[in-house]
């Protein structure tokens, strides 16, 4: 499934250095070289071996490899850099501001740990480098990227075999109504992402379940998982029996935070925890759904916001009653405010549900 590798590097030798060797060259490629630094993981590229008669090899490090990097945050600026006009450089940051802006990106982008190292490799090609089109990006490349996180997948499998590892599953379903699972497998270096299903054609059931988690099982390792988690629903649940009668050393338990959410799921049911909650949607609901009180909301609470109850996860009537008690001195101001009794809103009916929360 995920056994495709990496071209050759650009020395084009291709015979390999040894199977028993740790491909590192392919783990390097995954994260720019200060990231790759910071995991440990080793970076080849900086050493040189020298050709010597003397039957041993001598390795040494290039000048860069005794200086700082300079885009790293904190970092002091090159000579270079320094002496560059301060329009050269706002103009340069103005070009990739209009850029993100017109694709209409969120600028935490910027925050990428691949960001910094893209416009790196852009400015030692100098100028006239042409970019790569559409067809390039979401053909050839896509396909190296998606190599090159097969063969980093690849990489967790020494700790699955050392410490064992957790094999989890999540069901949801996407904005389009599609329903999918998603696998992972957690283990002390990490959580790594499988795959994810497509199961809106078929019926979840406990034998289609069981077919899914033996697959992604056999690709693991049955000696590599102690442990399965998902939801507590009536076919997982059986799912979860099928796998600990086919392999014996496979534990199955159900979501922690599913067990919790069903739990005040019921205490929700009760008559004097229903009315509050009731209550305490309509509150929520009848400021956002109007625009002054919410305007007057977010004013006295300093842009804090309150959360708003979902209908598939119990939890959040809880978390938004919670969010009300803890801004009741600021609500309790707002509709004491002269801006919302001059205002039509106070003259409202549904304005005293509102103000009985004080």
């Known amino acids: 499934m995920m056994s495709r590798q990496l071209e050759d590097d650009d020395d084009g030798d291709g015979d390999g250095d040894g ?3 740790e491909d590192v060259n392919t783990k390097k490629h995954m994260l720019p070289p200060k990231v790759a630094k910071n995991k440990k993981i080793q970076n080849t590229s900086t050493v040189k071996q020298s050709n010597t008669s003397y039957g041993k090899q001598k390795k040494s490090a290039t000048l860069g490899a005794y200086f700082m990097s300079r885009t790293t945050p904190g970092a002091q600026k090159s000579f270079k850099n320094c002496w560059q006009r301060k329009e050269v450089v706002e103009r340069c940051d103005l070009a990739l501001a209009k850029w993100m802006i017109d ?17 790196d490799v852009i400015t030692t090609m100098g100028p006239g480098y042409k970019r790569p089109n559409l067809h390039v990006i979401h053909g050839y490349y896509l396909v190296k990227v998606v190599d090159e996180m097969k063969i980093y997948v690849e990489s967790y499998r020494e700790i699955w075999k050392k410490s064992g590892c957790t094999l989890m ?3 949801w379903t996407y904005q389009k109504k599609r329903t999918l699972i998603n696998f992972l497998v957690y283990c002390p270096k990490g959580i790594i992402f499988l795959k994810i299903v497509d199961v809106l054609d078929v019926s979840k059931t406990a034998r289609l379940l069981h077919q899914l988690f033996r697959e992604v099982v056999l690709y693991v390792g049955v000696e590599n998982i102690v442990h399965v988690v998902t939801d507590n629903a009536t076919n997982y649940v059986a799912t979860g029996k099928l796998l600990m009668e086919e392999f014996s050393l496979i534990f199955w338990s159900p979501c922690a935070a599913h067990c919790i959410n069903l739990i005040l799921l019921n205490i929700g049911k009760l008559q004097s925890v229903c009315s509050i909650v009731e209550h305490a949607c309509g509150i929520i609901k009848y400021i956002y759904n109007n625009r002054y009180p919410l305007y007057l909301m977010r004013k006295f609470t300093k842009g804090k916001e309150i959360p708003r109850s979902a209908p598939t996860r119990f939890a959040t009537n809880f978390i938004a009653l919670q969010s009300i008690l803890a801004h009741k001195d600021e609500l309790r101001a707002m509709v ?11 003259k409202d009916s549904k304005e005293k549900s509102l103000l009985r929360v004080c």
């Open 336 to 346: 004491t405010s002269r801006e919302w009794v001059s205002s039509a809103y106070a």
């Open 169 to 171: 599953a999540n069901g």
């Open 19 to 21: 199977d028993g060797d």
């Open 103 to 119: 694709v209409c990106v969120t600028f935490n982008v910027v925050n990428s740990v691949y960001y910094q190292h893209a416009i």
